[in-house]
């Protein structure tokens, strides 16, 4: 797989769109391209990243290992977002581990060719700041929900999250398979209990499930119970 990040679209949907052209080719002529297979592992918890992945196409999710030995799933990346940023100002291992969900077309850039940016270019950095800044509002969100909200409350706050990052249709699935695990992995519940609920949510006509794909039926419902009421 080929590409020059200059011309690259999926740069305008994160922080690499504030690099000068210059910065770009530089960029291009150091990364490296690659597919990663369904199921194959981007980077695991205790690696040394140095660097940053820009996702060209797929999906990943993020997982942390719990004390019981469970995989319990932090967030999903998507095209055109970048993981791997702590890496540039921290010099510890990873704490967490990145797993595709289907097949993915990644490119990574080395840290020490982005640091060289972050030092000269002010809009990059701020730019890459503010990303960090909302994957930090974004884990103070997930560990209150965790807290205050019932399972039930965050399967509907997550399929309307699916619904808003995956819709690609009015009348057809998310864009995405999660298994029935995953789906449990993010919201903090046993699979027994997740399966229940998505059964519950399909009886009263809020989705309707085929495999692994769901359909969205009913988003004011789920609003609605997502909310408490």
């Known amino acids: 797989m080929s590409g020059k990040c200059e011309q690259c679209i999926i740069r305008q949907l994160n922080s690499l769109n504030e690099l000068s052209k210059d910065e770009l080719i530089r960029i291009s002529a150091c990364k490296t391209s690659q597919h990663v297979k369904r199921g194959d592992v981007l980077f695991d918890e205790g690696e040394y990243i140095n660097g940053v992945f820009c996702i060209k196409d797929g999906v990943c999710k993020v997982t942390k290992m719990s004390n019981n030995g469970r995989d319990q799933i932090v967030k999903l990346i998507k095209k055109g977002d970048l993981i791997g940023e702590r890496s540039l100002i921290s010099e510890e291992a990873s704490n967490l581990k990145a797993t595709a969900i289907n097949d993915m077309e990644v490119c990574f850039i080395p840290k020490e060719e982005i640091v060289k940016?972050?030092?000269?270019?002010?809009n990059f950095t701020m730019s890459m700041l503010k990303e960090l800044a909302s994957s930090l509002k974004e884990a103070d969100n997930v560990i209150v929900d965790m807290a205050q909200k019932t399972v039930k409350q965050r399967l509907a706050e997550t399929l309307l999250h699916l619904q808003q990052n995956y819709k690609t249709t009015e009348d057809g699935p998310l864009d995405i398979q999660l298994s029935r695990e995953d789906i449990a992995s993010i919201i903090g519940t046993a699979t027994e209990s997740a399966i229940r609920l998505l059964s519950t949510f399909k009886k009263e006509k809020l989705i309707n499930l085929k495999g692994k794909d769901i359909y969205i039926l009913d988003s004011k419902s789920l609003?609605?119970?997502?909310?408490?009421f």
Request: no cysteine; net charge positive.
């Open 117 to 122: 940016d972050l030092k000269k270019n002010h």
């Open 223 to 228: 609003q609605r119970i997502a909310e408490g």
